[in-house]
């Protein structure tokens, strides 16, 4: 973070409210919603882009830690939103006071369904205690929000009953919240179908926008969501990990999103192991097991780059 990042809010909640079409929405991926990322899925079609879920605490009380997690810069597009994992008041408020003015929003995790995460209070845990989330969304409202366009959201998953879910959510609406995201899936749920049913019901009985997640893995899919659901915003996670152009209608990555990861990762930095599973997944409707495997074996991003320039006739120049 620093002067070259800072931003002026956009006003998420009214883009989602006003847009003449449903937003199609990046989901925040740990390890993967870096910036390069975020540019690469902008520039193909993506409306708006959330942050890797980063560890509140740590994002606090470590500078190595908000060096690492949170990196922006001026060419970034907005709207960009921020998600933390808190299982607190504290260190929601002040992991989103620190990133205040270099993003458009801050998102509380309520999704996670990981055992670690489920196990310290975080994530979907806090589906279990709903009265922390109110305080969070409440006291962040209060406390760090200066500018109206500045927005708060939380990212939820189903409770085990449509009514328990449209209670909660109508409870988190009267704290202030911007907008809710419903991942369409409980906690225990992994590869049963996303409910479209219950985010229709949930989207008639809230006065902010939602978001709906779950099984986009195609612009057809977000045009069916966006039918069946009535929501504001269609967010993907797989989808776009396997294809990052997926929102501009491309049925698998197109050469030249490889082309232009392969430049904002050496503009911008990425971690090999990141870069290299990244590439792994965008590549697997292109390319043999095999050939991934090979690329995936390359220690360093410039042998990856001549892996490309010698069989693919990429030329890396400027971004």
């Known amino acids: 973070m620093d002067e070259l990042g800072r931003r002026e809010p956009v006003g998420v909640a009214r883009m989602l409210a006003d847009s003449p079409r449903p937003l199609k929405i990046c989901a925040p ?3 993967f919603s870096k910036l390069p990322f975020r540019m690469l899925v902008r520039h193909f079609g993506c409306d708006l882009a959330f942050s890797s879920m ?3 605490d740590s994002f606090v009380k470590s500078e190595k830690a908000r060096t690492n997690e949170f990196v922006t810069c001026a060419s970034e597009p907005s709207p960009l939103i921020v998600q933390f994992a808190a299982n607190n008041v504290d260190d929601f408020v002040r992991a989103s006071s620190l990133v205040y003015g270099y993003c458009d929003g801050v998102d509380l995790n309520c999704g996670c369904p990981q055992k670690w995460a489920m196990q ?3 994530g979907s845990a806090l589906l279990k205690s709903p009265q922390i989330i109110y305080d969070i969304v409440r006291q962040t409202r209060n406390q760090v929000i200066s500018h109206g366009d500045f927005s708060i959201s939380v990212k939820l998953r189903l409770k085990p009953t449509i009514e328990e879910t449209v209670d909660m959510c109508r409870q988190i609406e009267a704290t202030g919240v911007s907008f809710l995201t419903m991942h369409a899936r409980t906690p225990a749920m992994r590869t049963e179908p996303a409910d479209m049913s219950a985010l229709k019901t949930i989207v008639q009985s809230l006065s902010v926008p939602l978001v709906a997640n779950g ?3 195609s612009l057809e899919d977000y045009e069916r969501m966006s039918e069946q659901t009535g929501a504001r ?3 993907a996670a797989r989808g776009l990990l396997e294809n990052p ?3 501009a209608g491309y049925s698998s990555t197109p050469l030249e999103c490889v082309e232009m990861y392969l430049k904002l990762c050496l503009r911008y930095g990425l971690p090999i192991a990141s870069f290299n599973k990244l590439l792994y997944w965008m590549l697997e ?3 043999s097991k095999s050939e991934r495997l090979n690329i995936a074996s390359c220690q360093t991003l410039p042998q990856v780059v001549d892996y490309f320039t010698d ?3 990429i030329s890396v120049g400027p971004v």
Do not use: E, K, S
């Open 245 to 247: 152009a997926m929102f």
């Open 311 to 313: 069989n693919y006739g």
């Open 54 to 56: 980063i560890m509140a």
């Open 215 to 217: 099984d986009c893995f």
């Open 29 to 31: 991926m740990v390890r």
């Open 120 to 122: 310290d209070g975080f």
């Open 285 to 287: 409707r292109n390319c």
């Open 233 to 235: 915003g269609v967010m």
